[in-house]
């Protein structure tokens, strides 16, 4: 499947693969769920050999010069859970630990098997443990011979300054909605012409961020939102039907949505404001994202976070 938009990102990386002037870093920056990872797997298989069964080889992590190193699950602190024993929907660990770069630093002791070049791909570089990226950065400075890091990162103003001084960087953005109808067609052919229009919108740009609010009735939930923000909600029945729809076990994939769309919304409507009211949706605005946040790392009464977040949402029309 070809990767849809960022072409001249895209056009770039090939170009210096077949000049022969291909660092031995890239920094792949841009929004989350655009397309940087599937880029980096793409780019990071061309670039290693392995024949007709290359793409076997590096689905069964079989690949010895196709190294991925991502969020994991762990059975014990030195000990990874095997692929076929894993959970389906059981999240991995929070972050990329010291012991996985330590485990990559030692693979790279030895030169590429299958090929003249070795792919390591970290996706996201953001993810790493502070250790981890200090251990990063002595291979970085130091690259073994023929490997390629290809290192997404989200937030890469966040990143250690020695590690961005050390890549080339490879910028990705979000994209239009054309790209993104084609993109969301490609991942679900089975879209109705409505659902694909509410998630191109939803997206704003970045397909992955889209597909995560596939089949949830985003159309219906984002006009929830807009109708508590255009009245205030006054007899409090809306943020009441609401809260009781967004609770239970089978609503947690759209109460989920709901965290997220809330301060999209209220960013949305920052854009149209000025002066104090500006200011009083920003504050609006940073409340609704600390709730969200919260509601989900404490695990926070999903009944009462609806509650407080559509409150937010009554307050606009007064700001």
């Avoid at 002791?109 to 090929?115: D, E, I, K, L, W």
Wanted: proline residues 7%.
């Amino acid at each position: 499947m070809s990767l849809v938009g960022n072409t001249a990102a895209q056009g770039a990386f090939a170009a210096a693969a077949a000049g022969g002037t291909l660092h031995h870093a890239w920094l792949i920056a841009g929004p989350e769920g655009v397309g940087k990872g599937s880029f980096a797997r793409q780019a990071g298989a061309e670039l290693v050999g392995g024949g007709l069964h290359r793409d076997e080889m590096i689905a069964a992590r079989a690949h010895p010069d196709f190294k991925l190193v991502e969020r994991e699950h762990w059975a014990k602190p030195d000990q990874l859970v095997p692929y076929d024993e894993r959970k389906e929907g059981e999240p991995p660990a929070r972050s990329i630990r010291v012991a996985q770069i330590r485990w990559l630093r030692t693979a790279l002791t030895v030169r590429p098997s299958m090929g003249e070049r070795r792919a390591v791909i970290i996706d996201a570089v953001d993810d790493l443990e502070p250790g981890g990226a200090n251990a990063l950065l002595k291979s970085l400075e130091e690259p073994p011979p023929g490997t390629i890091f290809l290192l997404v990162s989200h937030a890469p103003g966040r990143l250690l300054p020695t590690i961005r001084s050390r890549c080339r960087l490879l910028r990705f953005g979000a994209l239009d909605d054309a790209e993104m109808a084609i993109a969301l067609r490609q991942a679900d052919p089975t879209l109705d012409a409505d659902e694909l229009a509410a998630l191109v919108a939803a997206g704003e740009g970045s397909p992955g961020r889209a597909l995560r609010l596939a089949g949830l009735d985003v159309k219906g939930l984002d006009a929830a939102i807009a109708a508590i923000a255009a009245d205030g909600d006054p007899d409090n029945a809306r943020r009441s039907a609401l809260a009781r729809a967004l609770t239970g076990k089978a609503a947690q994939p759209r109460y989920e949505a709901f965290l997220d769309r809330v301060p999209a919304y209220i960013a949305h409507q920052a854009r149209r404001r000025s002066g104090p009211a500006l200011a009083r949706t920003l504050d609006a605005h940073a409340r609704a994202r600390d709730a969200a946040g919260a509601a989900l790392g404490l695990s926070l009464d999903p009944q009462a976070t609806v509650w407080e977040m559509a409150g937010l949402l009554a307050e606009l029309p007064r700001s």
